[in-house]
C-alpha cells in the first residue's frame, strides 16, 4: 500500500426521506452493520482512515456508528442540503490539514470495494488530479453522464442539465470521487449553483479541472459497488448483494455451504476452513466458528464461539455468550446463552442452558433447564466434567453439580450435588396393584349415571 497520506470525506447529511423511517438512513444495517459503517470499512481498509464524517440529521448516532470501526473520525455539520460539493466543504477544516489524497464517498453507497479505492489513489499516485469513479447502469437515466472527449474525462453532466444527445451517454458517474489533495479545495471553491437544480455539483471538478490545466480521469468500476441506497427496496437489493460476495469469499476459503442462498451472515462472522453450513443458517453479529464444525440446518447463532469439530443443530439456537469447547454438541430444540459447553459435552435435545458452565464430556438430557432467572437476578449453574443430568431436570440456580455427579431424570434440583453423587429431586413413586380395574369400574359408573339423568 501506498505511504501517501489519505482522508476520506464522507457525505452523510441526506434526510433519505424515501426510506420512510424514524432512523436516518445510513444507519439502517446490511448484514447488521450501519450503512455507512460499511463506507467506513472500505475507505479504512483502502487507507482512507481519516475520516471526515458530513451530517445533518441524527448527528451523533451516525458519528457513533462510524466510531464504532474507525476511530479517527471529525465530524463536520452541513447545516443546509446545497449539494455534493458545499457538503465537501462542510469538511474544508480537515481538507485544510494538508493531505496527499482525498476520497470522497457516499454514505448510503455502502457496496464500494477497497479495491475500486486502492485503484483511485493509485491513480492520484501516478499524476491524476481528479479521478472520477464511473460505472455502467443498465439504466442510465438519473445519474451524471461521463461526457468524454479523445479520451479524456472533459465533464459530468448531471441528467437534470443534460442535453438529449448527452443522455445517450452509458457510462455514468458513481458519485466517488478522489482529489489530490494539494489543490482541491481551490477546485472546490470555484463551484458554483448555476445549474437545473441550483445545487453546488461536486461534479463540476471535472470541468473546472480541466480548465485549470489539470489532469481529469475516469476509471470503471462494477455496478455493484456503488449503489446507492434510497428505499427499502435497495437496502435488500444491497444485502442480497452483499450476502452473495461474502458466501462466495468463504467458500473460496474452504467453507463448505450447501445451499449459499439460505445462509445469511453478519458482517463479522469468522468460519475457518473445512467449516460445514447446511442450509437455512442466520447469523447474528459476533460469531466464530472453528474448523472441522458443522452447523445443521435451520440454526440461529449470535454472539456465539463454536470450537473445533463441534456440532450445531438442526434447530438450535445460540445466543451471545454461547461457548462451545471441541467436538461439544447441542442439538434440536437447544437454546443457551452465557453458557460454556465443555469439550466433548452433549446437549442434545429441548433443553435451556443459561448462565452455565457444563465440563468435558457430560451428558444433559432431554428438557434439561437451567432455572437462571427470578424475576430479578441472574444465576449461575456450575455443572461438572462427567456428570449426567437425566431428562426433565430443571437446576434451580445458583446450583453447582459436581464432577461424575448423576441426576436423577424429573428432578428439581435446589441444592448444589457433591462430585460423584447421585441426586433424586422428585416425588416417590407408589404402585397399587389392581386399583386400575377398580378405578375404571367407579368411573364407568359415574358416566352411565349421568346418562341415566
Ligand atoms: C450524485 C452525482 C451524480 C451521480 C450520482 C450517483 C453530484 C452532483 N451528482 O447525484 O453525478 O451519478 O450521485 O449516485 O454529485 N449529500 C450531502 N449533502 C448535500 C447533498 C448530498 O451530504 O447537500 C450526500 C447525500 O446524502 C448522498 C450523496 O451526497 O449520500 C449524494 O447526493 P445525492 O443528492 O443523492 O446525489 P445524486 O443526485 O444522486
Ligand atoms: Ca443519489
Redesign the pocket.
Known amino acids: 500500500m501506498t505511504s501517501r497520506t489519505c482522508l476520506s470525506v464522507i457525505l452523510a447529511a441526506?434526510e433519505g426521506t424515501r426510506m420512510k423511517s424514524a432512523l436516518p438512513k445510513v444507519l439502517h444495517p446490511i448484514a447488521r452493520l450501519p450503512i455507512v459503517a460499511h463506507v467506513a470499512k472500505a475507505v479504512h481498509s483502502a487507507g482512507g482512515s481519516d475520516i471526515a464524517l458530513v451530517v445533518g440529521r441524527g448527528a451523533d448516532a451516525v458519528r457513533d456508528a462510524v466510531k464504532s470501526v474507525v476511530s479517527n473520525v471529525t465530524v463536520h455539520e452541513q447545516k443546509e442540503r446545497l449539494g455534493t460539493a458545499h457538503a465537501v466543504l462542510a469538511a474544508r477544516d480537515a481538507i485544510a490539514r494538508g493531505y496527499d489524497d482525498i476520497l470522497v464517498v457516499?454514505g448510503?453507497t455502502p457496496l464500494i470495494e477497497t479495491a475500486a479505492l486502492d485503484q483511485a489513489r493509485a491513480r492520484l499516485a501516478d499524476g491524476a488530479d481528479v479521478v472520477v469513479m464511473g460505472f455502467r447502469p443498465a439504466n442510465p437515466a438519473g445519474y451524471g453522464r461521463l461526457v468524454e472527449k479523445n479520451g479524456k474525462l472533459i465533464a459530468i453532466r448531471e441528467d437534470k442539465d443534460a442535453s438529449e444527445s448527452e443522455k445517450k451517454i452509458g457510462f455514468c458517474n458513481g458519485?466517488l470521487m478522489a482529489l489530490r489533495g494539494a489543490g482541491a479545495l481551490q477546485l472546490l471553491d470555484k463551484v458554483t449553483n448555476a445549474n437545473a437544480k441550483g445545487e453546488y455539483y461536486l461534479t463540476d471538478v471535472v470541468e473546472i479541472g480541466n480548465a485549470m490545466g489539470k489532469s481529469v480521469v475516469a476509471i470503471e468500476i462494477a455496478v455493484d459497488s456503488v449503489i446507492?441506497i434510497?428505499t427499502r427496496v435497495e437496502l435488500a437489493e444491497a444485502e442480497a448483494i452483499w450476502q452473495t460476495r461474502r458466501r462466495r469469499a468463504m467458500m473460496l476459503a474452504g467453507v463448505s455451504i450447501q445451499a449459499p442462498e439460505t445462509v445469511f451472515f453478519a458482517h463479522d462472522t469468522l468460519v475457518e476452513a473445512d467449516v460445514s453450513l447446511e442450509p437455512n443458517i442466520v447469523f447474528g453479529q459476533g460469531v466464530s466458528i472453528a474448523s472441522g464444525a458443522v452447523i445443521h440446518s435451520f440454526s440461529y447463532l449470535e454472539g456465539a464461539r463454536i470450537g473445533p469439530k463441534a456440532e450445531v443443530g438442526p434447530f438450535a439456537r445460540l445466543r451471545p455468550g454461547a461457548d462451545l469447547a471441541e467436538k461439544a454438541k447441542v442439538g434440536n430444540f437447544v437454546e443457551v446463552k452465557n453458557a460454556k459447553i465443555g469439550m466433548g459435552a452433549k446437549v442434545g435435545h429441548l433443553t435451556y442452558l443459561g448462565d452455565a458452565t457444563v465440563g468435558a464430556g457430560t451428558n444433559i438430557g432431554a428438557g434439561t433447564i437451567t432455572c437462571n432467572y427470578d424475576g430479578y437476578n441472574k444465576a449461575l449453574t456450575e455443572i461438572g466434567a462427567g456428570t449426567f443430568i437425566g431428562s426433565n431436570t430443571s437446576l434451580v440456580a445458583p446450583l453447582s453439580v459436581g464432577d461424575n455427579a448423576y441426576v436423577a431424570s424429573g428432578s428439581v434440583i435446589t441444592q448444589n450435588v457433591p462430585a460423584d453423587a447421585l441426586a433424586f429431586g422428585r416425588a416417590h413413586q407408589v404402585v397399587k396393584e389392581g386399583r386400575a380395574v377398580e378405578l375404571r369400574a367407579r368411573y364407568a359408573a359415574q358416566k352411565n349415571a349421568k346418562k341415566a339423568e
Do not use: I, V
Open positions: 441526506g457516499f448510503d458519485g446507492g434510497n
